[in-house]
């Protein structure tokens, strides 16, 4: 793979500020809204309006892959407008009331997760475009592990600046390093050139009416309303469930993407050795299992302990995920059918951010694990049907 360097430093840093950026959304905006004493059921529903953008970034894919905007390509400038978006709607939000005026906020972190969809998108096609086959398991490490470096940072900045600082100074922050990745936009190499086996063709959404792609979305949809969910009940249990203050509620998001990025690095290996069928049932069952033990919960320590292993097991399944997604993308429509199964994803993710808000309220902290524990299992009868047809893959 060419320019190896500028193409590792631009992934590293759009995919941690895609960590960054969805730590606050999950974690650290439901504490940021408790602070304006809103309830865990209204703070659920606007985290929803959130997820809104990535679910309808199957708009942005179909765009991307089927518009060279204003001559200049299919991805690098969508990049460049997500990222411009995104970090100007951060920077807006400290100087909005979510007391006084809450549906301007609503609106400006909704431009906010746009943009964040936007270039996530671009980069996304322009990986799979210029990613040569025997190269993706690195890829896929820099996304997983640029996400979760993305996590740790977050929860170690914004829980100390939120603590020592007040809450304006993380918006800032975010602001700042969210630029960053605009440098590399213009020394990366250019977007490869559309011959027939990847220009735009309709008839590859066809591929969507194949069974194993199916069951896979369904795969893709349940685990992420589970992990996410309980990601963002994580901070809200260890801060209010056992009086963890801010700075170590930091301290337990820092852990949980220490685990993601451990998960993912032990993905990149063992993914391959075990095989994608049974990588999927690990990563399934052993999320299962450990979502159900954060319940017992009942002291920092155990907190610190449980999360990190919880992060592993978040890391290793989305490397799986992510793998299988870009196996299964027919290079005609990339960027759309990657979009897709992030976009269930995130529909998942959407789903879930209101049902944990009112399992909060509704049955407590420890019932809301238990609960998601086991809508996870329901994908398990159908990984055998994902890969029926995928003997290669076995």
Same mark, same amino acid.
């Given at each position: 793979?060419?320019?190896?360097v500028?193409?590792?430093?631009?992934?590293?840093?759009?995919?941690?500020?895609?960590?960054i950026?969805?730590?606050?959304?999950?974690?650290?905006?439901?504490?940021?809204?408790?602070?304006?004493?809103?309830?865990?059921?209204?703070?659920?529903?606007?985290?929803?309006?959130?997820? *809104?953008? &990535?679910?309808?970034?199957? =708009?942005?894919?179909?765009?991307?892959?089927? /518009?060279? +905007? @204003?001559?200049?390509?299919?991805?690098?400038?969508?990049?460049?407008?997500?990222?411009?978006?995104?970090?100007?709607?951060?920077?807006?939000?400290?100087f909005?009331?979510?007391?006084?005026?809450?549906?301007?906020?609503?609106?400006?972190?909704?431009?906010?997760?746009?943009?964040?969809?936007?270039?996530d998108?671009?980069?996304?096609?322009?990986?799979i475009?210029?990613?040569?086959?025997?190269?993706?398991?690195?890829?896929?490490?820099?996304?997983?592990?640029g996400r979760?470096?993305?996590?740790?940072?977050a929860?170690?900045?914004?829980?100390?600046?939120a603590?020592?600082?007040?809450?304006?100074?993380?918006?800032?922050?975010?602001?700042?390093?969210?630029?960053?990745?605009l440098?590399?936009?213009?020394?990366?190499?250019p977007?490869?050139?559309?011959?027939?086996? *990847?220009? &735009?063709?309709?008839?590859? =959404?066809?591929?969507?009416?194949?069974?194993? /792609?199916? +069951? @896979?979305?369904?795969?893709?949809?349940?685990?992420?309303?589970?992990?996410?969910?309980?990601?963002?009940?994580?901070?809200?249990?260890?801060?209010?469930?056992?009086?963890?203050?801010?700075?170590?509620?930091?301290?337990?998001?820092?852990?949980?993407?220490?685990?993601?990025?451990?998960?993912?690095?032990?993905?990149?290996?063992?993914?391959?050795?075990?095989g994608?069928r049974?990588?999927?049932?690990?990563?399934?069952?052993?999320?299962?299992?450990?979502?159900?033990?954060?319940?017992?919960?009942?002291?920092?320590?155990?907190?610190?302990?449980?999360?990190?292993?919880?992060?592993?097991?978040?890391?290793?399944?989305?490397?799986?995920?992510?793998?299988?997604?870009?196996?299964?993308?027919?290079?005609?429509?990339?960027?759309?059918?990657?979009?897709?199964?992030m976009?269930?994803?995130?529909?998942?993710?959407?789903?879930?951010?209101?049902?944990?808000?009112?399992?909060?309220?509704?049955?407590?902290?420890?019932?809301?694990?238990?609960?998601?524990?086991?809508?996870?299992?329901?994908?398990?009868?159908?990984?055998?049907?994902i890969?029926?047809?995928?003997?290669?893959?076995?």
């Open positions: 793979m060419e320019n190896k500028p193409l590792s430093l631009f992934y590293g840093l759009v995919y941690t500020l895609e960590g950026l969805t730590t606050y959304f999950i974690i650290f905006n439901i504490l940021y809204l408790r602070s304006f004493e809103k309830s865990f059921t209204e703070i659920g529903l606007i985290n929803a309006v959130i997820i *809104i953008p &990535f679910i309808i970034k199957i =708009f942005v894919g179909i765009f991307s892959d089927g /518009v060279n +905007l @204003f001559g200049m390509g299919h991805r690098k400038p969508l990049v460049v407008i997500g990222i411009i978006m995104e970090a100007a709607a951060i920077f807006a939000i400290p909005i009331s979510p007391v006084t005026h809450m549906p301007v906020f609503i609106v400006v972190l909704f431009l906010a997760a746009l943009g964040m969809s936007i270039f998108t671009a980069t996304d096609g322009y990986c475009d210029i990613t040569p086959e025997d190269h993706r398991g690195y890829v896929q490490g820099l996304m997983v592990g979760a470096v993305g996590a740790v940072l929860g170690i900045a914004i829980g100390y600046i603590h020592r600082l007040g809450w304006p100074w993380v918006f800032y922050v975010i602001g700042i390093f969210s630029v960053l990745p440098i590399f936009v213009f020394i990366v190499p977007e490869v050139e559309r011959t027939t086996e *990847i220009e &735009f063709d309709k008839s590859a =959404f066809r591929s969507f009416l194949k069974l194993p /792609v199916i +069951l @896979f979305m369904i795969l893709g949809f349940v685990y992420p309303l589970v992990v996410y969910s309980v990601e963002s009940v994580v901070g809200a249990f260890v801060n209010e469930g056992i009086s963890m203050n801010l700075w170590n509620v930091g301290t337990i998001t820092s852990l949980i993407g220490i685990g993601m990025a451990a998960g993912a690095l032990a993905g990149s290996g063992l993914i391959d050795r075990l994608h049974r990588s999927v049932y690990v990563a399934l069952i052993t999320t299962s299992v450990i979502v159900a033990a954060l319940a017992a919960i009942n002291a920092p320590t155990a907190a610190y302990i449980l999360t990190v292993i919880f992060g592993f097991a978040f890391g290793y399944y989305e490397a799986v995920y992510f793998t299988l997604g870009m196996d299964f993308a027919d290079p005609r429509i990339a960027a759309t059918m990657f979009a897709i199964f976009a269930l994803g995130n529909f998942g993710i959407g789903l879930g951010q209101p049902i944990a808000g009112a399992l909060m309220d509704t049955v407590g902290f420890r019932w809301t694990f238990i609960v998601f524990a086991l809508i996870n299992l329901i994908a398990l009868p159908l990984i055998p049907f890969f029926k047809k995928r003997p290669a893959a076995a």
